[in-house]
């Protein structure tokens, strides 16, 4: 049997004070909330609970919260560090420590999302395994795409891969769900992403902060793209290439 470590994961206790500070401001944080948002309710409108694993310092739950306030939230995370945050942002849900590749919880929940966590995880074909075991409807994902973009911003965020569109459609497959929905977002915005990235190749050279802490004309300039953006998917405008990739999966 896997035994949970916290040592296992590459990610660091201490990003989530930065992360906390920053993410409610960062155009990035608040248009990936804005998707997640709109797919939970688009494709599963009548659900009554919610389950997130890694759910960090809580930003999706306080926004899921705020926009659904009769829906069942549960958070689980492997830092109690993170869990610290989002108890500070999150007024009615369950916020477990607990690793994703082994949960102890039944299969309780209409839902379950993963946001930016299985790119983490060495294991995530396990994880996939596990959400499918304890969700009765369905799945929402959000990932780094294109292999192509990886840079030092991958490294020192301790991410395993950037996915393809293919690889996580078939993992997720695999596990059990039925692939309702892939689209990549961040696609206007793609050129400018290269352009970063290709530039930011060596993590020595990095300064993790800057990508988040930006210039507020910057940010603003980049939140009415994202915007625009959103409108057009929501609006059925599919587009294959993207800095990320939002998958909707079904049980059956």
């Not at 074909?125 to 929402?140: I, K, T």
């Not at 996580?168 to 929905?181: H, N, P, S």
Request: hydrophobic share 45%; proline share 3%; with cysteine.
């Amino acid at each position: 049997m896997m035994t949970s470590h916290r040592s296992d994961a590459c990610f660091k206790a201490e990003y989530f004070d930065d992360i906390y500070e920053f993410e409610t401001s960062n155009f990035w944080f608040q248009n990936r909330n804005e998707l997640i948002i709109w797919a939970l309710a688009t494709y599963f409108p009548t659900i009554d609970s919610f389950l997130e694993i890694g759910c960090g310092t809580g930003f999706v739950l306080s926004e899921i919260e705020k926009s659904m306030p009769d829906l069942s939230l549960t958070g689980i995370d492997l830092f109690a560090e993170g869990l610290l945050k989002a108890r500070q942002r999150v007024k009615r849900a369950a916020l477990i420590e607990q690793d994703a590749r082994q949960l102890t919880l039944d299969a309780d929940f209409d839902v379950s999302g993963a946001f930016d966590v299985l790119e983490h995880i060495d294991e995530d074909e396990l994880v996939l395994r596990e959400l499918f075991r304890v969700c009765r409807q369905g799945l929402l994902i959000t990932v780094p795409q294109h292999e192509f973009l990886w840079s030092a911003v991958d490294e020192y965020s301790c991410h395993k891969r950037r996915y393809s569109r293919k690889e996580l459609i078939d993992k997720v497959t695999a596990a059990g769900f039925r692939v309702v929905y892939a689209n990549s977002f961040m696609s206007l915005l793609m050129p400018v992403l290269a352009g970063q990235r290709i530039r930011k190749k060596k993590i020595e050279e990095l300064d993790p902060l800057a990508e988040i802490q930006l210039n507020p004309a910057v940010n603003g300039l980049l939140s009415l793209v994202s915007s625009f953006e959103r409108r057009l998917i929501k609006a059925g405008m599919k587009f294959p290439f993207g800095g990320s990739l939002l998958l909707v999966a079904q049980k059956n």
